[in-house]
């Protein structure tokens, strides 16, 4: 069965950086593109990066870009979120996902803070 396993959030600084890693497993990684998304409280979540299969094409939410990069490696089954520049407005919950098979699939998330 399809699994999504992130990790690597924390307590961060404002101007601090984290990298988040989603773990993937049950399906063929190297043929799909891959989504991080985020919920923040009391909003709705929201798609934040994605990458295609291959690692070559990669697409950001305007408030993220220049600041988060995603990144992928089909040997391992894992992409990343590299998180640099980090704002109080980041804090959220962020999420693995892919769409397969007419389902969409999620991982328990990891809570990102950032706070002084």
């Known amino acids: 069965q399809v699994q999504l396993v992130e990790s690597g959030g924390g307590l961060v600084q404002p101007g601090g950086s984290l990298r988040l890693s989603c773990a993937a497993s049950?399906?063929?990684?190297?043929?799909?593109?891959m989504y991080w998304y985020r919920q923040a409280p009391g909003k709705e979540r929201e798609e934040v990066a994605t990458i295609d299969s291959s690692g070559g094409r990669t697409n950001y939410v305007a408030s993220v870009k220049g600041r988060f990069t995603i990144s992928r490696d089909n040997a391992k089954n894992l992409v990343y979120l590299q998180m640099n520049s980090l704002k109080p407005e980041d804090t959220a919950v962020y999420y693995c996902n892919i769409p397969l098979g007419g389902a969409d699939y999620w991982g328990q998330g990891t809570q990102v803070t950032v706070s002084s």
């Open positions: 049950g399906f063929t990684f190297s043929r799909y593109r």
